[in-house]
């Protein structure tokens, strides 16, 4: 049993090695395959920027906006997936919000807007990107967040919060609670919190482009160790 589970270690570690790694080749070779629909595998996946428009979430210290940053991340995360083979959709291409008039509402028709999207193309994972704040300003790293009660949804999130874990040193959980993105998908969705604009160390790194890949690699690892641990 101890050499069984040791290899079955070792196979995992191997895996997580070479989806980082094709990872960090996506970032390098393309940039322009987000949206692509010339997928060389049957599966889809929904980035999802979180935000935008009137709406830019939390602000670091420096006026950063966390809009701006969900969407160079699903931009970069996008490019990682496509060239890797899978069919990805983007619900936010640009800085605006997909709430139409900025009138009463508008937050609920952006979620209702993301809805849609995802009813549309039918995906076989949902991935909200987005940043994080805490009155803590040591607090930092990426955290997972998975719709309570759906099993599908929090085993991804603890497969991604492991690698995260695995990658960075840190001892996050992933989280469960009421999100409407994750409530109202069918398929397993998370929302990724990439790092802590309330920490101001971090908040300077979230600004560069090889953390921005690094973060996004590990997302792609812990999206392979959960199609893994699912066979």
């Known amino acids: 049993m101890f050499i069984v589970v040791k290899r079955r270690r070792l196979v995992l570690v191997l895996l997580i ?4 790694e094709l990872a960090l080749t996506a970032v390098v070779c393309v940039k322009q395959f987000a ?14 920027a979180g935000h935008g428009g009137i709406d830019g979430g939390v602000v670091s210290s420096d006026g950063v906006k966390e809009s701006s940053l969900n969407l160079a991340y699903s931009k970069t995360l996008g490019e990682i997936f496509a060239n ?8 936010r291409k640009t800085e605006d919000g997909l709430y139409g008039l900025p009138t009463n509402g508008f937050k609920l028709r952006d ?8 009813d549309k193309v039918q995906p076989n994972l949902v991935i909200s990107v987005h940043m994080n704040k805490f009155s803590q300003s040591y607090r930092a790293g990426p955290q997972v967040f998975y719709q309570k009660g759906k099993d599908d949804g929090q085993k991804l999130a603890e497969c991604l919060q492991k690698v995260f874990n695995d990658s960075t040193g840190n ?3 992933a989280i469960a609670g009421d999100y409407y993105v994750c409530r109202e998908t069918d398929c397993p969705a998370v929302i990724v919190e990439c790092g802590f604009l309330s920490n ?5 790194l979230l600004q560069t482009a090889a953390h921005r890949e690094k973060i996004c690699s590990y997302i792609f690892s812990g999206v392979m160790f959960y199609l893994y ?3």
Do not use: P
């Open 35 to 48: 949206n692509s629909n010339n997928s060389l595998i049957d599966f889809t996946v929904v980035i999802d």
């Open 229 to 231: 641990e699912a066979e």
């Open 171 to 173: 001892n996050h959980q």
């Open 17 to 20: 090695l070479i989806a980082a």
């Open 111 to 118: 979620m209702k807007a993301r809805k849609a999207i995802i």
């Open 200 to 204: 101001d160390a971090e908040a300077e």
């Open 84 to 91: 890797s083979g899978f069919n990805v959709v983007q619900t």
